[in-house]
């Protein structure tokens, strides 16, 4: 049986991960920062079930700044595929508590590959890099050769980590790798994100729970894509016979205006009568229209997109709609 192990587990990716190895027959374990929380998390329908929680699903208390539990709790797993995808998760929080960030996203990658680099058997390792590690490139769409040019302590650290792996993998022959994935999205999105923001102001004023939206740029431009082909894709990277870096990406740009009408329209609402715009929640550095090219993926993965922006928007809107 190959066995997982997977950071970050409750979040968004990581609790689409684990459905995608547990469907595969694999032993998945899981690092939990907040045990007290699973009962409203992402994996809670996992964690309730007798039969997948203690018998194929392992979850395992911890943080990144216990290096020497970590290194105890990976080395019983014995994993043979390592999934690193914790870490704060906000551009623009990190502008506000840079320190943090880098700690929690560098040196906690820094971490996990040391620990890995000692395993008597080190599994293949994926990190979950972004977009925002080029920050405002000099061309696009970008692929896995455009310059890294962070513009927040996110995407620094971020490229950190990335370098990281790649640095691991030429020095010490490890299987190491980086997904570069650009923004994904779904119902189970946290609502820091101004997708979700937009998805559930929809749902709620559609139900008379909320009466306007407040929002800051309108034009901002993103590559969305639905999260459970990026969590497929990471996959399919460590099954590769060779472990390299990819983009995972759509190729294709919306603005947030995009995200809205389409988020209002689908539950019958006209956007303009209820967003309004506010000066303070401008980011002053906002990187430029990144857009992902996947042909790599496309190529040497056989990746592919399953979903269309107008879906992705219509279903996380469905997913608050039944929330209510």
Known sequence: ???????????????????L????????????????????????????????????????????????HLRRVISRAQPNEFYHLAGQSSPR???????ATVDSIGMGTLRMLEIVRDLSSPPRFLYASSSEVFGSPPHSPQDELTPLNPTTPYGAAKAFSQHSARIYRIAYQLQTCSAILYNHESPRRSTNFVTMKIARAAARIKKGLQKELVLGSLTGRRDWGWAPDYVLGMW???????????????????????FTRIAFSHVD???????????????????????GNPGKAKLLLGWKNTLSFEHLVARMVDGEMQQL
């Not at 929080?93 to 320190?99: D, R, Y």
């Not at 399919?236 to 947030?256: I, K, P, Y």
């Open 1 to 19: 049986m190959q066995k997982a192990f997977i950071t970050g587990i409750t979040g968004q990716d990581g609790s689409y991960l684990a459905e």
């Open 21 to 68: 190895l547990l469907s595969k027959d694999y032993e998945v374990h899981g690092l939990v920062h907040r045990p007290d929380g699973l009962a409203a998390s992402n994996i809670r329908h996992l964690v309730s079930d007798p039969k997948i929680l203690n018998q194929r699903l392992f979850l395992h208390n911890g943080s990144f700044e216990d290096a020497t």
């Open 93 to 99: 929080l990190s502008l506000e508590l840079p320190e």
């Open 236 to 258: 399919l990277m460590l099954q590769a016979e060779t472990v390299d870096d990819f983009v995972l990406a759509t190729g294709r740009l919306n603005s947030v205006e995009d």
């Open 269 to 291: 609402l006209n956007w303009r009568d209820y967003v309004r715009q506010d000066a303070g929640l401008l980011v002053n550095v906002e990187p430029i229209a990144p857009c």
